[in-house]
């Protein structure tokens, strides 16, 4: 059953594109000094190896501002400006390069200056990404909703701010409306989807360490892409950025919105008899690193494990010192418990070679 998604405008960023019919991409963060171009650089490389698509760097002086160009020259995925208030650095920010602006055109001062900026980005084909935040939601719209952070107040805002952008004849926009309250984020979002076309930034901001944040961010964030809701998304975590990709990525793969390897991996129960755990995380190691549709189980007992998935591809389930090697729930093959991950992956690696030959 396919997520039927909202129409939203197409925006190109770099040399991909957010919104219309564009796969739903995974952003990150750099979160390494931005003074330390080397470093910067060695992050990123690392976050295209996991799958990111896009990266987001914030800055805190012009001397970051003007490694953007030195740093664009040496990754392959788009990266983005995060600027707060200060037009200057933006403006600097689109001549090194950036693919992409994240500032709020209502924080910079004067339209004169949002019109500076936003003259540049016209030049230069440059989106603004527009990103409310429950936070730091302006004061007088607190007053207006209540004191404290609403949906209908955070959607004012992102109008304000698209209103600015719009008056100057820019509509080169994506727009976020994060909170670190799943439930206040999701209806804000929806609420903004009904009045808008422009494609939305989905994220739980400061949704915190690993295990609560990817918890947050699955029901936040899933719940508006299983709506339709959603052409971009970050999981903010407490933690490398490596991870807020993976987590991303499950997440999209999770509701078929991604392509790629899945792994089944059952809980393990009283009938295991070998250990298995170490097992999964060597087959998932293996796993993600590949690059087409395959699905792998890693059981935990020959009598149910087949069965139990015969959706896989290739499967193994584990006994007391030895398994069974298992294609589409049929065992093809004993094997020893010592042999378990390189008889799985040889298995898998036929599979992988098959289906790249197509
Ligand atoms: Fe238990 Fe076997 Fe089911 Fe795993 S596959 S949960 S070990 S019964």
Redesign the pocket.
Known sequence: MEIKRRKTKKIKVGDIYIGGEAAVTVQTMVKVDAHDVKAVVRQIKEQEEAGGDITRMNVLDMESVKNFGAIKKQIKIPIVADIHFNHEWAIEAVKQGVDKLRINPGNIGSVDRVKAIVKVCKERGVPIRIGVNAGSLEKNLLEKHGGHPTAEGLVESASRHIKILEDLDFDQTVVSIKSSDVRLMMVAYRLFSKKYDYPVHLGVTESGPPRKGTVKSSIGIGGLLEEGIGDTIRVSLADDSREEIRVGREILKSLGLMKGPVLIA????S??QFEMLPLVKRVEEYVDKLDVEIKVAV???V???PG?AREADVGIAGGRGAGALFVKGKVVKPVKEEDMFKELVKMIDKIVEERRGK
């Open positions: 059952c809980p393990t129960c009938r295991t059981m935990g007992c009598v149910n494990g139990e």
